[in-house]
Each structure stands twice: as C-alpha cells, then as structure tokens.
C-alpha cells in the first residue's frame, strides 16, 4: 500500500450495538479537509449488509464513543461549541433526537462538565461520567478558575512523590471523579459527583477500567492507591449510586486489577488482575467477584495467556481475546466449568477486538497486516464449532485486503526455544530483495497477524522491502516464562539471541539479499535496535524511535521509575555496573552502523534525553547519524502531516542505506 493511500485510510475507533440488533452505531475518524488532523464521525450500519451505511453525526468538530440506551437513543462524545465553551478540546456528552438510523441529526447536550468529560456510560436511567475537577473548588466557580489559571497562572504543580507525569502529560492539578446525571431528567439539578475528595485514585479507570451496572445503578472502577514498593496497587471500587456508599474489593499489597465489566444481572463483576513478584511480571488471571459478598473466584489458574475481557455472552459465559502464538483470537470462558474454548476458527486468522453479542450473533471489530480494522460479524458457533467473521462494510476505505505474501513461521532461538515471526512480502516471484528487521515494543508485548496504525509495515512493502515482524523473549502469546525471561535487567541476554536467531533463518532465504539487511524498532524495539548496533555490524542500517539508551539515566527520567527499578530487579545505586550491563551506551564505542533517531519531545515514557545523548555520542565518534525531532509529539508520532513525515524519512534513510 502506498504511504499516500495508508495516511487517507479512516480508522474504525469504537462500535455500539442498537438495542433492536439491525444495526451498529461505529465511529471512524477521518482526515480533515487539509490533511491536518482526524476528526470523528458517527454511522450506522446495517449488520446483514442489506443497507448502505448511513452517516448519523459528522462535521469538522466530530463526535466520537456512541453508546446507545435502552429505548434506542444514540449517545456521542463532542467538542462543539457550546454557550459555556468554544475551546475544541472541551468534549460533552450529547444525545442525537430524531431518527437516529435514517440521517444525521440534531444533537442536545446533556452534560455541563467545566473542563470537559473523559468517558461516560449510559444503563438504566443514568447517565456517568468520567470527569476532571479541580479540588478545593466550588463546582460553579469551576470553569473560571480553570481559564484563568490556564491564561494566566500560576502554573507550577507541587508534588510530594512519584509519579508526576505520565506519558505526555504532567500530572496536573485537575482529578477524576465519577459523576452521575439523571436521564429522566438531566440538568444540572440531576448532576452529582460521586467521588468526592478524591485525589488520583481513578487515573487508570479510562476506557476499560470501569463499568456501569446494567439497572444503572451501581459503578465498579479500578481504584488506585501506591503500595509500600511505591507501585501502584489496583482494587476494585464499587460504589452504589443512589446512596453514594463506596465499598473496596480486592484490596492487597500488590494486586494489580485491569478491566472490569458487569454480568448481565450485575451480580457479578468480571475483571483480570496480577499481583507483583519480585523477578516475575505477574500472571494476567480473569478473577469474578460477587457484587453484594465480595467474594472472589480465580477462572483461568492453568491459561497462560494475556487476556483482554470483551463481553459477557451471558450469565455464565465471558468472551476473551488474548494474543496467541501470532494472532488474537476470541476465547469463550464458562463460569461453570472454567474452561476457555476458542471462538474463532484457525483458518479465520487476524486479530480481533470490542467483541460484543448482538441478537443472535457476535459483533466486533477485526483486522490483519493485510486489512485495516472493520466491523464484523459472526452467527454464534456451537460447543463443537468455530466461527468464522465476515466484514460487514468498509468504512476504512480498502475495498480489498492489500497484496502482500503473508508466512508465519518459526525457529531455534536461545536455549533452542522456538520464535515465532511473520515474514511479510510483495506478492510475486521470489528475487532477493532488502529486508527490514521490525522489533516490536513493550516488551511485554507482540506482533499478532492485525493492523498497525503507527508501526505498519505496507508502506515498507510497496517500497520493494520484506519485512520482518519476530517475537522474542518478552512477547504475549507464547507462555508466561517467556514472558518472564525478559525481567530483571535481562534485556541484552536472551532476547538478543532470538533476534540474531530469525536474522539467521531470514538470511538463508533465496529472496532475502543478506547483504542489506536493517534493524528497525520503537520504544523497547528501539532498546533492542541499540543493542544491535553497539552487538554487531551485521545489519547495514537501523532505525531506532523512542529508544532508550543509557539505562541508568533513564531510570530518573522516566514517567514511572518505581516500576522501571520492579522490572529491572534493583536501582542503579544498588548495584552501578550489574544494572548497566545490558545498557548500550557502554558499548558505544563498537557502534558502526549508519543510524536514524526520531523522538517526539513530549515524551515522558522515554524522555528525549535519551535520544539525545545517543545522537551526541554516535557523531563524536563520526557515526553516519541523523536525528529527527517532533516538538509537538509524544512516545508516538500521531499528528498525521508528522506520521507521513516519519515514514518518508524512514524510507529515505533505508533507502540510502540499503
């Protein structure tokens, strides 16, 4: 795929089933007129593809996360002006009036929230959201405070520990609280927040870290508070609506809880959790609670997996995703027996997310390298088969999966332990051509056969390359002391073999030319891209975004250093020269391949230092080095002139080199 057809692509973001099971409510984010920027718009579309997609609300200010409510009644995310607000990034909760499937509509505000709303939900007759607020203010005094300090101060931020920042954001002085609203009659005299004197406490509940109750009436939340490692620690925080109670479930020193979803009745509260051990990454487990004893119940002690919860098919049976071994199935969990079974067939391969049940089928989002993520649909399998989705529009703009030749394979990695990698190509006779080796981040992490808006390989592809997408020790999918070979200040050891291992398969290939042959990777990717230059000289270029460098500077720098040192097993004052023998700026000296740096300056996960002194000691040492800034972005390039950008120089720099 070209870079020019890829940059246009809409990207399908979020999807909401119609209570009446026609249709899907599916918001795609568009390019702009000038190219600029994505705004969102808002369809319907029909499930059985009997009908053309209808779009519902569209223009320049967007609206985004549809939800739709018991009667029918669509619900949106937007940053229209309102009588309080003209500033874009302020978004409200609206509600579309009229027919919501036959054209766009008017759309009624229903929130007032003074700076802006995060998330929100609609059961029942509630209406919560996510929201900021400023503490030790009055709720109408609110907005005023905000833009004054906005304009003209004071602006510092006073802190008594860590974290201060988190990915491109300081922590500033702004909370999130829960607010409710009545549906029945919402206005501000409905509106009440839930969580007051709350500090930081619901920083990790965005997106799918809470859920509201199906009667509405009840909130389960992911509550964080700093255990005595000084890591976070995640309970569960179930508050009751009506009377404002608020009561804790699994509250341990180290235990860590992720989603969180209600079962259809609201008895039950699925969610997946891990608690901390020193030199382990901690077993991701589906747990359910009870709602009303508290009582917790283990589902999943012999799956090794990664899993993401998805829905609740009923009562008794979750539906799962989970990367595994290259692709990200859906698992069916019974809450009777506790068995997972797979869902989708092996022949229907690619990745799959926001699965939800919908009348008497499955619906939800699916892609793979070859097909930018859509909407699906697949009729509910039986206990002795396996669905198969099927694409139910094309609202990304591909009107056919994208022609390239797709092998997923296998080889000895350290200790002789198999590594999988996809080995992508250009459809066509086999001739040598340049081939690119791309290291996944995290490094918890993995490439599964699904699409990848920051890090796709097409645009590489249409340019004559093969690419290369292993993983190496540290990726999901594979078990959980795979997982676990990567932590404690392992990050040059074994992982480093596997690369070199698939390096050495490729190479035998009769349309790999082993001569050109270069190492590209992102955040940990970027890590491993260093530890190949300063390790060999058998790759002809790399690429390294968001690297990190010198792995004792990093330690102070980054957004979260109590996890860094938990994931490396000690501090650099503990012990200085065990902690940086996997660093590579101790080993710079070696480094004599041609190099590209790109960094954004907002980011605080891998702050730009370390970009910085790599650039600094490859040129003292008169390394062909180039490095490429973004001012204005974070740990990813987003803004899609500066994406275009980055991939253009990418293909330039390897072009040069290859």
Known sequence: MHLDKFLELRHVTSIAPHPGGESVAVAVARLDDDGAKRTSEVWSVSVTGTKEPVLLVGGALGA????????????????????????????????????????????????????GVSDYKVRGTSLVVLAPVLPNTAHAEQRAVYREREKNGPTGILFTDMTVRSWDRWHGEARPHFISYNLLEASADTRRDLCPGFDRE??????????????????????????????????????????GAHRQLGREDGLCHDDVLFSPSGATIATTRHRRQAGKHGALRV??????????????????????????????????????????????????????????????????????????????I??????????????????????????????????????????????????????????????????????????????????????????NPLPLIEAGYNIVCPNPRGSTGFGQQFIDDIVGNEWGNACFEDLMA???????????????????????????????????????????????????????????????????GLYPSDAPEHYDRYSPHNFVDAW???????????DYRVPISQGLMLFEDLRRRNVDARLLVFPDENHWILRPRNSALWYRTCLAFLAEHT
């Open 502 to 568: 698939v390096t050495d398969a490729i190479c035998d290939r009769d349309d790999v030319d082993s001569d050109r042959v270069a190492a590209m990777g992102g955040s940990f990717g970027g890590y491993m891209s260093n530890w190949i230059g300063c390790q060999t000289e058998r790759f002809c270029a790399i690429v390294t975004h968001a690297s990190l460098y010198r792995l004792s500077a990093f330690q102070g720098t980054t957004d979260c250093p109590a996890y860094w040192a938990h994931d490396m």
């Open 287 to 364: 747990v359910t609670y009870d709602a009303k004893t508290g009582a917790a119940t283990e589902r999943t002690a012999k799956w090794e997996a990664s899993p993401s919860l998805e829905c609740f098919f009923d009562e008794k049976t979750l539906l799962l995703t989970t990367p595994m071994a290259g692709h990200a199935p859906i698992y069916e969990l019974s809450l009777e027996t506790n068995q997972v079974r797979r869902v989708t067939s092996r022949e229907s391969a690619g990745s799959h997310s926001q699965v939800r049940r919908h009348a008497d089928h499955l619906i939800g």
């Open 592 to 602: 004599k391949t041609p190099t590209l740096i790109t960094h954004g300056e907002k």
């Open 64 to 115: 985004q996360a549809p939800a739709y409510d018991e009667a029918g009644r669509l619900y949106v995310l937007s940053s229209r002006p309102t009588e309080q607000d003209d500033a874009k990034e302020i978004k409200q909760v609206w509600r579309l009036a009229g027919n919501v499937d036959s054209s766009p509509g008017t759309l009624v505000q229903l929130t007032d929230e003074p700076l």
């Open 366 to 455: 699916r892609s793979t390298f070859a097909r930018a993520p859509e909407l699906f649909r697949m009729d509910l399998p039986s206990a002795e088969t396996e669905g198969r989705p099927t694409l139910c529009s094309s609202l990304s703009g591909m009107r056919k999966d994208s022609d390239v030749a797709l092998e997923s394979l296998e080889c000895s990695g350290a200790g002789g332990t198999p590594i999988h990698y996809f080995f992508l190509a250009p459809k066509g006779p086999p001739v040598a051509r340049p081939t690119v080796l791309w290291i996944h981040g995290g490094p918890v992490s993995s490439w599964t056969d699904g699409w990848h808006w920051r890090w």
């Open 202 to 243: 619901l920083d990790g509940a965005l997106g799918l870290g809470w859920d509201l109750s199906p009667d509405g009436q009840s909130v389960a939340s992911e509550c964080y508070r700093f255990g005595p490692d000084r890591l976070p620690d995640t309970n569960i925080l179930l508050i009751d609506i009506a009377s």
